[in-house]
């Protein structure tokens, strides 16, 4: 079946430095792969979405890659801030049902001073 | 637009009784997605609607589980009867149809089933 896996652990870092996160799937050949932020009591809100058939998309401060080989994708924030702490989702295009999506669980990012 | 609006927000209600949850999608949006949200499960896909019609009800849980979209401003999801099982946070999503596009979420409404 299909699976989505995100890192269910925490990632600390210090204000500044780069954050990294992982998404990896299984049993998946995605056409486009999404990235969402979701604040505490909040729903999630769409950051960046990238096509198969792309490696790398920037926006700001935010990099996505995708690798289809590997069946992953890296989400990168530069200079982090406390204010980017949150929980962020990577999503994919569902097979069954074309234009909804599959969610990871997420991983959970905080940004200390 | 005032985006995805959700009601009610919080819900509290006992085993056994009928719970309805509301959507109004953003206007010019023809793809509504109803999902949960539970610390087990994740975001959970539970059906989606294109222009009104269910295309995928595959992650509806139950018989006890229905969704409509009447029209393309409005869309309700029904629980009878609720359990507590049932409890968690519920969110509606719409977005363009008819290829990659972002979906827009609304703030969910919190259910808690006794």
């Known amino acids: 079946s299909q699976k989505i896996e995100q890192n269910s652990e925490a990632l600390n870092i210090q204000e500044g430095k780069t954050a990294t996160l992982t998404c990896n799937y299984t049993?998946?050949?995605?056409?486009?792969l999404q990235w969402y932020r979701q604040d505490p009591g909040r729903g999630p809100v769409f950051l960046l979405l990238?096509?198969?058939?792309?490696k790398e998309k920037r926006k700001e401060r935010l990099k996505v890659t995708f690798d289809t080989t590997l069946k992953q994708s890296l989400f990168h924030i530069t200079a982090s801030q406390p204010a980017d702490s949150a929980t962020y989702l990577c999503a994919l295009d569902n097979s069954n049902s074309g234009y909804a999506l599959n969610f990871g669980k997420g991983t959970s990012l905080l940004v200390t001073p | 637009d005032a985006g995805v609006i959700q009601s009610p927000r919080h819900e509290v209600t006992e085993m056994g009784q009928e719970v309805t949850l509301r959507c109004k999608p953003i206007s010019g949006h023809n793809s509504l997605f109803w999902y949960r949200q539970t610390m087990m499960r994740g975001l959970e896909l539970l059906i989606y609607f294109n222009n009104n019609v269910p295309i995928d009800d595959s992650g509806m849980p139950e018989d006890r589980f229905s969704a409509k979209m009447p029209n393309a401003s409005f869309s309700t999801l029904k629980i009878q009867p609720s359990e507590p099982r049932d409890s968690a946070v519920y969110f509606c999503?719409?977005?363009?149809?008819?290829?990659?596009?972002?979906?827009?979420f609304g703030p969910g409404t919190r259910l808690t089933v006794t």
């Open positions: 990238i096509r198969e058939n792309e």
């Open positions: 999503a719409s977005s363009f149809a008819g290829g990659a596009y972002e979906q827009y």
């Open positions: 049993n998946y050949s995605p056409a486009y």
